[in-house]
């Protein structure tokens, strides 16, 4: 492998990097969202959250990609590939992380609840205030979880034409007829993201955890 083969496979990953952070951001205050709908069983949108991540949880990463960029222009939808990349990964991410807030609301302690209309907190301050610190805490680990799962599902979108750490690996593996070497670099650069995840997941928990627990 030359120098420019090392960097297109690293330019790859900037593309890789971009698309999860991207999509982490907005998939995971749309899983608390939809978390809220289902927490509150809002009539009608229940249902439909319910339906969306049934259907979204069961779907492979790479045919909804598909579906978003080939079958969208029929109804008159047509996207980029980036855009419909990261169209795809949110609502992916979105729909994994609706189950994790929801579980964490579902579990959350009701003496807290109690307490907190005690001191007679409103329902947007009770949320700010004592659930919303409490649920994110608890919901962490498994977040970060769902984060590396989402770098790892980035090659999906290569499909409609995103060139990211695996689609330039099979590039200069193409190219040089040598696919180990270009393929050892991109584990090794997926491997470098996901610690990173974890290293920052760490550090989270360390800034927000009990003053005994350090």
């Not at 496979?9 to 939809?34: C, D, E, F, H, K």
């Not at 492979?60 to 990609?65: D, E, G, H, R």
């Not at 209309?117 to 949320?127: A, P, Q």
């Not at 700010?128 to 799962?149: C, G, K, N």
Request: aromatic share 10%; hydrophobic share 50%; charged share 15%.
């Amino acid at each position: 492998m030359t120098s420019y083969d090392y960097y297109s496979i690293a330019y790859g990953a900037l593309a890789t990097v971009s698309l999860s952070l991207i999509s982490i951001v907005l998939g995971v205050p749309l899983g608390l969202g939809l978390a809220l709908v289902r927490w509150s069983r809002l009539p009608v949108f229940n249902q439909l959250t319910i339906a969306y991540v049934s259907i979204v949880r069961t779907c492979p990463t790479v045919t909804l990609a598909l579906l978003i960029f080939y079958a969208l222009p029929v109804v008159g939808i047509s996207m980029e590939p980036v855009s419909a990349g990261i169209l795809t990964l949110t609502l992916s991410t979105a729909a994994f992380n609706t189950e994790i807030w929801r579980n964490a609301l579902v579990n959350f302690p009701q003496d807290q609840y109690d307490a907190a209309l005690s001191f007679g907190m409103n329902r947007n301050l009770r949320f700010r205030r004592i659930i919303l610190p409490h649920i994110s805490r608890t919901s962490l680990p498994a977040l970060v979880s769902e984060m590396t799962l989402q770098v790892k599902s980035t090659p999906a979108v290569a499909i409609i034409g995103i060139v990211e750490i695996t689609r330039a690996a099979i590039r200069v593996g193409a190219r040089t007829y040598e696919p180990l070497p270009p393929f050892i670099f991109a584990l090794v650069l997926y491997s470098l993201i996901v610690l990173a995840f974890v290293k920052t997941q760490r550090a989270v928990e360390r800034r927000f955890a009990p003053p005994g627990d350090h």
